[in-house]
């Protein structure tokens, strides 16, 4: 049987815009030049088949292909290449030349989606067989890449769409943008001339203070390796809290499913990690930055899609996110995301005392979440509907992080995918988020 679920490559092409693009340098901005932007961040994207969709026309992989060429005619600078000063530093979109484009793999299943449980974790089939591969030219220069795309497609006329996105060219909101664009092409809603929100680079619009410091890389040594746990979380659940959270304010503050299910795997985690209840514990999230900068972006923000957040850090210690209700966590994160605006002007400014607000630490006291369910991959749709669930895919080990991302089906409720303590913490951590007294 392990035979019939392993995935076969047809072929593996470049593609390119439909239509002549601009060539030469666009400068990135001082976020999207940022050390950990180098990343490729990978995520696999799970469609049933359409049981009305008509037998003769393409099939997804040549569907989005057309579509994804389509679309680079007005986002050509993801056909291009990342380049770099001569002592390494990230600079600029190298676009058009000899060599750019797209790298697009067609595979093929031989199994159905529901024989390899809609690739539910543990998944049945290694990620790598559905993430695209990097071609054998591009191997010596893998950094340059920006954007690499497989579609395999199952016997039961499902597919996978896995992708390689550059963070240093569009964060979430930037890459489900993009991915839209392909989606609406590819149904006959829109035509590259006709995209509903057109894009823009505009990275002369994000803030490039000079003082700005760069904190140290994350680093493997010394870190504690951590264990995989998704959780679904039902609606009830979610009601349960944020109704806990109303009583507690008197009716006179509302809160969101983000926050709720942050506060309780961030006390989840603090009380079964066993920190020293007077060490300081963590929580960082990136909080989107486009409403800050309506006035110096190209209309307003709308259609730019490079990086453009900021990253709260709320501390507390451990004894009180421990002790606490799960009602007080949440105003700890509430108090936490009004001091945005104020902290993001001030490290524009350059006043931002020597610390860097973009350092990604795997110091196991703090925990970093990530919310998936706005960003609007769930709402992608090349023709055979929504994804039935986005699985986002991390390879660091050694950084405890906290995902929350819409539910398989778009059921009710949300699902978080969390690698936030070790091993032999998991069970407790595990049974505090069941614990709903």
């Known amino acids: ?219 493997p040594a010394g870190a504690k390796s951590l264990e995989y746990l998704a959780m679904d979380i039902s609606a009830d659940y979610i009601a349960h809290y944020k109704a806990q959270y109303n009583d507690a304010a008197h009716g006179g503050s509302w809160c969101s499913a983000f926050e709720v299910l942050v506060a309780k795997a961030w006390q989840s985690r603090t009380r079964a990690a066993g920190f020293d209840p007077d060490s300081d514990v963590h929580l960082c999230f990136a909080m ?30 451990a004894g009180k996110v421990a002790g606490s209700s799960v009602p007080d966590v949440v105003r700890i994160i509430k108090d936490g995301k009004r001091r945005m605006p104020a902290e993001f002007a001030r490290w524009a400014a350059g006043a931002s005392g020597g610390v860097d607000p973009y350092q990604i630490t795997s110091d196991y006291r703090t925990l970093l979440v990530s919310d998936w369910t706005r960003l609007g991959f769930a709402e992608v749709d090349y023709g055979w509907g929504p994804p039935a669930h986005v699985v986002p895919l991390t390879n660091l080990d050694y950084i405890a992080t906290c995902i929350l991302v819409k539910p398989w089906a778009h059921k009710p409720g949300a699902r978080l995918i969390t690698q936030c303590v070790t091993p032999d913490r998991v069970a407790a951590f595990h049974q505090g988020m069941l614990d709903m007294n």
């Open 288 to 317: 989107n930055a486009r409403p800050l900068l309506h006035a110096s972006l190209p209309r307003a923000a709308a259609g730019f899609y490079g990086n453009c957040y900021y990253i709260m850090r709320v501390s507390a210690p």
């Open 1 to 219: 049987m392990a035979a019939a679920k392993s995935v076969q490559r047809l072929a593996q092409r470049l593609v390119t815009p439909a239509e002549p693009t601009p060539a030469g340098p666009l400068r990135l901005s001082w976020l999207d030049r940022y050390p950990t932007q180098m990343a490729l961040i990978e995520s696999l994207h799970v469609f049933k088949p359409s049981p009305d969709r008509d037998l003769a026309a393409a099939g997804p992989a040549r569907t989005i292909e057309r579509a994804l060429a389509q679309a680079l005619v007005q986002y050509y600078p993801l056909a291009g290449r990342l380049g770099f000063t001569d002592d390494g530093g990230l600079l600029q979109v190298d676009c058009g030349g000899d060599g750019s484009g797209v790298w697009f793999t067609e595979a093929e299943a031989a199994c159905g989606l529901d024989d390899v449980e809609y690739l539910e974790h543990p998944m049945m089939i290694p990620k790598d067989a559905l993430l695209p591969p990097t071609p054998a030219q591009e191997k010596d220069d893998e950094r340059r890449l920006v954007l690499l795309v497989q579609v395999t497609t199952f016997a039961c006329g499902g597919f996978v769409v896995g992708f390689r996105f550059s963070h240093a060219v569009a964060d979430g909101p930037g890459a489900a943008q993009f991915m839209a664009a392909v989606g609406d092409i590819a149904r006959g809603n829109h035509t590259a001339e006709t995209l509903p929100v057109p894009p823009q680079w505009g990275r002369d619009a994000i803030p490039d203070p000079s003082t700005a410091v760069i904190g140290p890389l994350p680093s």
